[in-house]
T-cell receptor, first 115, second 110 residues
Framework: GAGVSQSPSNKVTEKGKDVELRCDPISGHTALYWYRQSLGQGLEFLIYFQGNSAPDKSGLPSDRFSAERTGGSVSTLTIQRTQQEDSAVYLC?????????????FGEGSRLTVL | RKEVEQDPGPFNVPEGATVAFNCTYSNSASQSFFWYRQDCRKEPKLLMSVYSSGNEDGRFTAQLNRASQYISLLIRDSKLSDSATYLCVVNSQDASKIIFGSGTRLSIRP
């Protein structure tokens, strides 16, 4: 497809379970970002991947959160032992420019609900 | 202090009115500035970049004041379809981050 693709679009899980969220960026975009947005709130930066460099993980809220990007393309965000406060929309964005000066293209997000 | 601060609103204005909102940023080394628009339950999309000299795109005008560290967005002749949340976005080269403000909610009434 032409845009950033995220899956699943909706995920309901029980507290304590692990979840994986997937992001397929726009082809050729080397920069990839994960944000989360709680209801009525702004975007909270989680992690940033740039080409083959070490990712900027400074926004990950706890060690239950991890992300990887395989082959410089698809990224997976994993949340272990989910808690209710993890409920949010997780947004992935990609950019063809690595120097934080380019437009970010967002996917439609993965809405996570932890019961 | 938040790195990027916006008045959350909501701004509720009649159709045809002019509305403006500001955004302040804390990092004086910030290099790039943007306004994004986010419709309810949708992903953010770029509205316009903000250039040092100020720039206009149709009914939208963006301005940057580096001395006071704020950017502004002016919407003229507002339309019902302008109802959305407007996100101020600041990139900082040295901090290697893109920071989103919490957004200003705008509602245009008939």
């Amino acid at each position: 497809g032409a845009g950033v693709s995220q899956s699943p679009s909706n995920k309901v899980t029980e507290k304590g379970k692990d979840v994986e969220l997937r992001c397929d960026p726009i082809s050729g975009h080397t920069a990839l970002y994960w944000y989360r947005q709680s209801l009525g709130q702004g975007l909270e930066f989680l992690i940033y991947f740039q080409g083959n460099s070490a990712p900027d993980k400074s926004g990950l809220p706890s060690d239950r959160f991890s992300a990887e990007r395989t082959g410089g393309s698809v990224s997976t965000l994993t949340i272990q032992r989910t808690q209710q406060e993890d409920s949010a929309v997780y947004l992935c964005a990609s950019s063809r420019v690595e120097t934080h000066t380019g437009e970010l293209f967002f996917g439609e997000g993965s809405r996570l609900t932890v019961l | 202090r938040k790195e990027v601060e916006q008045d959350p609103g909501p701004f509720n204005v009649p159709e045809g009115a002019t509305v403006a909102f500001n955004c302040t940023y804390s990092n004086s080394a910030s290099q790039s500035f943007f306004w994004y628009r986010q419709d309810c339950r949708k992903e953010p999309k770029l509205l316009m970049s903000v250039y040092s000299s100020g720039n206009e795109d149709g009914r939208f005008t963006a301005q940057l004041n580096r001395a006071s560290q704020y950017i502004s967005l002016l919407i003229r002749d507002s339309k019902l379809s302008d109802s959305a949340t407007y996100l101020c976005v600041v990139n900082s080269q040295d901090a290697s981050k893109i920071i989103f403000g919490s957004g200003t909610r705008l509602s245009i009434r008939p």
